[in-house]
């Protein structure tokens, strides 16, 4: 699996947007970019994934350079809920397709 | 969303002893599942590829003989600690993804597992 960058943290003020940036210039082109995030003590959660259009859910919007080498995540309103370790990770969509996680961007929201 | 369950949530055991950790799909079928471990502060490493019905595929420098895994139904798959050390001490975390379709790998809650 490709190898994302992403940095170690960021702050955002609660109600604000928070723009999420990962890189991952050696995207091949079967591979999807998936946002996962992870509070403490608990398992990873799924949040969003794309291949190449921009995605949006509930939970927040996936905007992917059209070249697909850098993409990011925007939480359109965050809480303090959202404070969180956010993971992107590039992988085959094929269930045997591994998730190889980097070390993640920590999020604080602050009121 | 999908929904993975793990059991224990926590356990603490004494050394020289085996662990089993269960990984559930509820509400979907998995071929295959993942088995992660994670240090304090530290990011998921993944340890072995579970596949229902065949021989888990380890990554390099995990131990099968310490770690045994078995994925005996699309919806189980387990993790044996086998004589446990206090170094094995860390959180376990299971994922399964889905049988068909655009996957995303969804992740149980995890397992705290304190060797003394």
């Known amino acids: 699996d490709a190898k994302t960058t992403q940095p170690p943290s960021m702050d955002c003020a609660e109600g604000r947007a928070a723009n999420l940036p990962c890189n991952h210039s050696?995207?091949?082109?079967?591979?999807?970019v998936y946002w996962y995030r992870q509070i403490h003590s608990q398992g990873p959660q799924y949040i969003i994934h794309?291949?190449?259009n921009n995605e949006t859910n509930e939970m927040a919007s996936l905007i992917i350079t059209e070249d697909r080498k850098s993409s990011t995540l925007i939480l359109p309103h965050a809480t303090l809920r959202d404070t969180a370790v956010y993971y992107c990770?590039?992988?085959?969509?094929?269930?045997?397709?591994?998730?190889?996680f980097g070390d993640g961007t920590t999020l604080t929201v602050k009121p | 969303g999908a929904v993975v369950s793990q059991h224990p949530s926590r356990v603490i055991c004494k050394s020289g002893t085996s662990v089993k950790i269960e990984c559930r799909s509820l509400?979907?079928?998995?071929?295959?599942m993942f088995w992660y471990r994670q240090f304090p502060k530290k990011s998921l490493m993944l340890m072995a590829t579970?596949?229902?019905?065949?021989?888990?595929?380890?990554e390099q420098g995990v131990e099968k003989d310490k770690f045994l895994i078995n994925h005996a139904s699309l919806t189980l798959s387990t993790l044996t600690v086998t004589s446990a050390h206090p170094e094995d001490s860390s959180f376990y975390i299971c994922?399964?993804?889905?049988?068909?379709?655009?996957?995303?790998?969804?992740f149980g809650p995890g397992t705290r597992l304190l060797v003394l």
């Open positions: 994922s399964a993804d889905r049988l068909a379709g655009v996957s995303a790998q969804y």
């Open positions: 050696t995207i091949s082109g079967n591979e999807y």
């Open positions: 794309g291949l190449k």
């Open positions: 990770i590039v992988r085959v969509d094929t269930n045997a397709g591994k998730s190889t």
């Open positions: 509400d979907f079928q998995a071929t295959t």
């Open positions: 579970s596949n229902e019905g065949s021989k888990a595929t380890y």
